[in-house]
């Protein structure tokens, strides 16, 4: 019943949710989980069950990403450009940041970048910094833990991995990330 579940929903389910849906604990909803993300682990197919942004979704298997990302290449996602991208990596490490700090960093307006991410759902307002004309502070939604293909923050790659990237390869890197 919960791979059903799983697999017709075009988005995470929350464990609360799925628990429901069958009508038992959240404890028992959690172990037969955690048994289908092993078994599908083991499986070693092209699908895996993952725990994103708190919830869980059925995801192709990575192995298998370069071909999938040939055969559906016409179906390329909207990419971000260089610089809405260094913004969204400046937010993701160091929220919450204002926009003036982002400005900062980046040596240049990030304005039109913050405005264009908002609208992509990547990142929203999380409240005001405590300073003379309390500024706005940014953080990172949901929505870019589930574009990402990651459950928490903390499963962003340490800032000396991201340092190690060969710039040439960001884009592939963006094309293959997982949905």
């Known amino acids: 019943m919960i791979e059903a579940l799983l697999f017709l ?3 995470p389910l929350k464990l609360a949710s799925i628990a429901k849906s069958i009508e038992c604990e ?3 909803a959690r172990e037969i989980l955690d048994e289908l993300i092993l078994d599908y682990q083991e499986k070693d197919g092209g699908f895996v069950l993952r725990e994103i942004a708190g919830a869980y979704q059925f995801s192709t298997n990575e192995k298998y990403s370069e071909i999938l990302a040939k055969l559906f290449k016409e179906k390329k996602r909207e990419q971000l450009s260089r610089s809405s ?3 969204l990596a400046i937010i993701a490490y160091k929220q919450p940041i204002t926009l003036s700090e982002i400005d900062d960093i980046r ?3 990030s304005r039109a970048m913050v405005t264009s991410l908002i609208s992509k759902k990547l990142v929203k307002p999380v409240g ?3 300073v003379p004309g309390r500024p706005a502070l940014y953080g990172t939604t949901k ?3 589930i574009h990402f293909g990651l459950n928490k923050l903390t499963d962003l790659p ?3 991995e991201v340092k190690e990237l060969k710039f040439e390869n960001l884009d592939d890197l963006i094309e ?3 949905e």
Do not use: R, Y
């Open 9 to 11: 929903s075009g988005e």
């Open 26 to 28: 959240k404890q028992e």
């Open 85 to 87: 991208l260094d913004t």
């Open 107 to 109: 040596g240049v307006s």
């Open 128 to 130: 005001n910094k405590e």
């Open 143 to 145: 929505e870019f833990l």
């Open 158 to 160: 340490a800032p000396v």
């Open 176 to 178: 293959n990330g997982q």
